[in-house]
């Protein structure tokens, strides 16, 4: 859209580089935001994503690489100059003051008569529906309040581009995806370019236009959220977005065609993969798999292997199964409601998948961290809790 | 913790009464009807009287008065630009050493100090003025300042400041709208702690008075061994009385903004 | 109307405070990395004044005079009267921890384990001492001490000639002046102290008087310790309150120090026992700062 296209600006960062003492945080960073665009930078804490975020704003400076924002190169200029607004994770919201000033606040820096800065004010109180809230204090306010002036405080003054460091960190699953729906609206009226920061991969894939996905301060993939997710090119993307059952073997090509070589079957690929694999693991989601008790029930276009159901879990939609695969690793496959098959836990049964819906990646071990089933990626509470009781004794 | 503890609760009254009782045998002392420190049995105001008209005690406590503000002053704002300067530098073992020496008067004992201020200022012309009380109260009070001045840093959150930043302010625009208002409490706490501490103070400026100015504290000192009659306790019944209000002001003013800033006051 | 004021938006560019074009360097903002350094300079200027100089003159004094054409500390070492006046101090300033923490333990564990009112009314009686002058709080002793006054009206047995000028007056009067000084670091520690601990070592067994001895007040030890300190460094510099409350024949430091100066001139002298006394302080200080990171205190806290 041409109207949204001049409200945000286009951001550029070529080959930045930003070291802290020994540790390399990002490296050979390149990366451009279309004007207007939502784009998330994703990863896990550590992966460099904030240094990103912090050197756009300029409260980091990179020490080799360049920053160019509309075409202009940004990098000596002091944060305050860089007329961008920013969203931070525990609001930052000042307590002396009323929702009122604090959305106030970037206007009267600029200097804006008083009247005219009560109209952006309402204008932005109403874009994040909270009128009637001026005069409250922060104190006053809900976790979810509170996030909205932070919010409505770095819109008012029409920035063209948008900053977020993880801003719904620290809200509840509900208030986090009435937040994610609240974010998306706003970012579609007031069309900044806006560059968000998280951890969660479900909310990246619910509001991104494009996702840049971070790993050890250095872009594995940039991609809109089905690419990254139907065509993951490394490990460690194709883990970090959702779940996978994942084989792993070698890979050749064999008369133009790659073919993937698993406890000595030859299983087809689909043709766009690259084929100067050796090592390798085949992806498939959980949704794409199907199970059946009848072998000749599968088409000839579907690749398949014989799995044993371990385990089944119901979740009203539909079900989750695990299943033991030839290799003796684990799998996952997710059957909705509507589709469900006659396999129960502890049958032998045949998984069979489309091969176009199968992702041959490179077995770097990049992303060894938790060979877990459910790929979860929500830290385990109760383990840290346990230590901190221990510690005192 | 209601019927239990009962008996550490009844020495918690029997201490805390020591704590205060012993100093309030001013208040009776000074309407005493008789002209020594014994216990009245007659009542009058005749040394509230002999306090109010006499030259040397009045001058002394506007002297006291005087000096304390300025003093105060001079410390808050030194020791706010120091409390913020020591807090943000980047230097740490410097920053550390300095903050050691602006806190030292808190632990070098005050005779030598005393003694020390006394020959500076004598050769320097400095005994007996104004000027030089306030610089030695000023000194003295600064502890106070840069202790509660840090304190109310330290519970700043530095985003504050950083979002401040990117939305477009100075530097010392942050300053001034953003660190200045919420480090307020620690300031004024501080010049309070300042103020009182040279109300109070006798030994340096047993040194550095002269017979044409002393303070409150001094006048109050040599009275004991010289007059020893009760217009003494008069004054430190006022004195109490001084202190005590401002005490209650303070506190005041800080439960109310307490209220404005504390979590969900109304919803 | 969103409208219009978007449309009004756009037309106010310095809203938007497009970037400025300026030539790529990713060198830091020039701004000086000690302008916060800047800021100390006025207080120390103070400190200079107030501190640095009156030590370092005492110093100096101490090397350089001699009074009576002797080196001070040779003659404050041939002194007994100095040695005693010191030993005198150091015994006056224990007796005084140990009178302060033996009242003021258990004060400040009430004070730890009562609820946020009962507390915060125990805190104001703590704090009241440190706003109301010292002078006044003194001076109440005086009279109370006196040879007609209530002490001696009250016990006329014991205190008849009231206790004025004398030793007990004085370790009297410390320890009521200097007993917030040691409840405060107390309480301090306390209120970190988990007190499940206690409940936990009771549940295993141990009698309340055994759980708290093995479990509380070993945590409690930094707290000791800091008060302890406190309070013995502060009783070693004082002069007003001895030299009002006490007599002259039995002198601490302070009062030596005073009549050197004062009263003698002797330069020398006083200079010599400023230093020794500072030189006992830091030393004592920077045991404290030692001792606070080897103590077993850090566990055990909330």
């Excluded at chain 2, 953003?178 to 300042?194: D, N």
Aim: hydrophobic letters at 45%.
């Amino acid at each position: 859209m041409s109207s949204t296209a001049e409200r945000g600006a286009r951001v550029v960062l070529n080959n930045v580089r930003k070291q802290y003492g020994d540790s390399v945080a990002v490296e050979n960073l390149c990366l451009e935001v279309e004007p207007g665009e939502f784009m998330t930078l994703l990863g896990p804490s550590g992966s460099g994503k904030t240094t990103t975020l912090n050197i756009i704003s300029g409260f980091a400076q990179a020490d080799s690489g360049d920053l160019l924002v509309d075409g202009q190169p940004i990098n000596g200029i002091p944060p305050r100059k860089r007329g961008m607004g920013m969203v931070f994770q525990n609001y930052a919201l000042f307590p002396h003051m009323t929702a009122a000033q604090n959305i106030a606040f970037p206007l009267k820096q600029r200097k804006i008569s008083k009247s005219h800065q009560r109209e952006l004010v309402s204008a932005a109180l109403r874009k994040v529906r909270l009128e009637g809230f001026e005069n409250r204090y922060p104190t006053q306010l809900s976790g979810g309040q509170q996030q909205r002036v932070a919010l409505a405080r770095a819109i008012v003054f029409e920035p063209r581009v948008l900053l977020m460091d993880e801003p719904l960190g620290a809200l509840d699953r509900k208030l986090r995806d009435n937040m994610q729906l609240e974010i998306r609206r706003i970012h579609r009226e007031v069309g900044s370019t806006v560059l968000f920061v998280t951890h969660d991969q479900e909310e990246a894939l619910a509001l991104s236009d494009r996702i840049a996905v971070f790993n050890h301060g250095g872009l594995e993939q940039v991609g809109t959220g089905t690419e990254l997710y139907e065509r993951p090119r490394t490990l460690f993307v194709a883990q970090f977005l959702g779940e996978s059952t994942q084989l792993t073997g070698q890979a050749s090509v064999e008369a133009g065609a790659v073919v993937f070589h698993y406890q000595g079957q030859k299983i087809r690929c689909r043709s766009s993969v690259e084929s100067s694999l050796r090592q390798a693991v085949l992806l498939i989601r959980p949704e794409r798999l199907r199970l059946s008790t009848d072998s000749r029930s599968v088409s000839n276009d579907q690749e398949m292997i014989a799995v044993r159901i371990v385990e089944e879990v119901y979740l009203g939609a539909g079900r989750k199964l695990t299943v033991r695969l030839p290799d003796g690793s684990l799998g996952t496959v997710r059957e909705s409601a509507g589709a469900m098959s006659d396999v129960h836990t502890g049958m032998e049964a045949v998984m069979s998948w489309d091969p176009l819906h199968a992702a041959l990646l490179a077995d770097d071990n990049s992303s060894q961290t938790d060979v877990e089933e459910e790929s979860d990626l929500s830290p385990r509470p109760a383990v840290t809790a346990l230590a901190g009781v221990a510690g005192p004794l | 913790m209601n019927s239990k503890h009962i008996g550490l609760k009844l020495y918690g009254a029997f201490v805390a009464l020591i704590l205060v009782l012993p100093t309030l045998i001013v208040i009776p002392v000074s309407f005493s009807n008789k002209s020594s420190f014994v216990f009245p049995d007659g009542w009058s105001l005749r040394w509230y009287e002999t306090f109010f008209t006499d030259r040397g005690w009045m001058a002394a406590s506007w002297n006291s008065v005087q000096i304390g503000l300025l003093s105060a002053l001079l410390a808050t704002v030194a020791g706010t630009a120091a409390a913020i300067g020591l807090t943000r530098w980047s230097r740490r073992k410097t920053s550390s050493t300095l903050s050691s020496i602006l806190l030292s008067p808190m632990v070098v004992p005050g005779i030598v100090m005393a003694i020390g201020i006394y020959m500076l200022f004598s050769q320097i012309g400095l005994l007996g003025t104004v000027h030089g009380f306030v610089i030695a109260h000023a000194m003295l009070g600064i502890p106070f300042v840069v202790v509660a001045v840090t304190a109310s840093l330290s519970g700043l959150d530095v985003q504050l400041e950083k979002a401040a930043a990117s939305m477009g302010a100075t530097p010392f625009g942050v300053f001034r709208q953003i660190t200045l208002p919420l480090i307020v409490p620690g300031v004024a706490s501080g010049a309070l702690f300042a103020f009182v501490s040279s109300f109070d103070e006798v030994i340096v400026s047993l040194f550095i008075k002269s017979p044409f100015l002393e303070t409150l504290p001094v006048r109050m000192y040599s009275s004991v061994t010289d007059d020893s009659n009760p217009t003494i306790a008069a004054a430190g019944t006022l004195v109490l009385l001084f202190t005590t209000l401002i005490l209650a002001v303070g506190s005041a003013f800080s439960r109310s903004r307490r209220r404005k800033l504390s979590p969900r006051s109304s919803k | 109307m969103s409208e219009v004021s978007t449309a009004g938006a756009v037309q106010h560019a310095d809203r938007h405070a497009a970037p400025e074009s300026r030539p790529a360097t990713s060198r830091r903002s020039v701004r000086p990395r000690d302008a916060y350094g800047l800021m100390v300079l006025p207080a120390l200027a103070l400190a200079a004044v107030g501190i640095l100089y009156p030590v370092a003159l005492s110093l100096w004094n101490s090397l350089t005079k001699s009074d009576g054409g002797q080196n001070a500390y040779a003659w404050l070492w041939e002194n007994p009267v100095y040695m005693e006046i010191l030993m005198r101090t150091f015994s006056t300033a224990l007796l005084t921890v140990l009178l302060c923490l033996g009242l003021g333990y258990p004060f400040a564990y009430l004070m730890a384990i009562s609820g946020p009112k009962v507390r915060a009314m125990l805190i104001a009686f703590t704090l009241f001492p440190f706003w109301i002058s010292g002078l006044v709080r003194t001076f109440a002793w005086v009279i109370i001490f006196q040879k007609d006054g209530p002490l001696a009206t009250m016990a006329p047995m014991l205190f008849g000639d009231g206790l004025l000028r004398t030793a007990a007056a004085v370790q009297i009067g410390l320890v009521q002046v200097l007993l917030p000084f040691m409840v405060l670091p107390l309480f301090n520690v306390m209120k970190g102290i988990d007190m499940r601990l206690v409940a936990a070592a009771e549940s295993l067994g141990a009698r309340p008087l055994v759980a708290f001895g093995r479990v509380f007040l070993p945590l409690s030890l930094p707290g000791i310790f800091a008060g302890s300190l406190v309070v013995f460094v502060m009783t070693l510099g004082y002069y007003v309150l001895p030299q009002m409350l006490g007599s002259s024949r039995q002198a601490l430091i302070g009062q030596a120090i005073f009549t050197q100066a004062n009263d003698l001139n002797n330069l020398g002298r006083s200079g010599a026992l400023s230093v020794i006394l500072l030189v006992i302080s830091l030393a004592l200080l920077a045991v404290s700062a030692w001792g606070r990171r080897y103590l077993p205190g850090s566990r055990g806290q909330r």
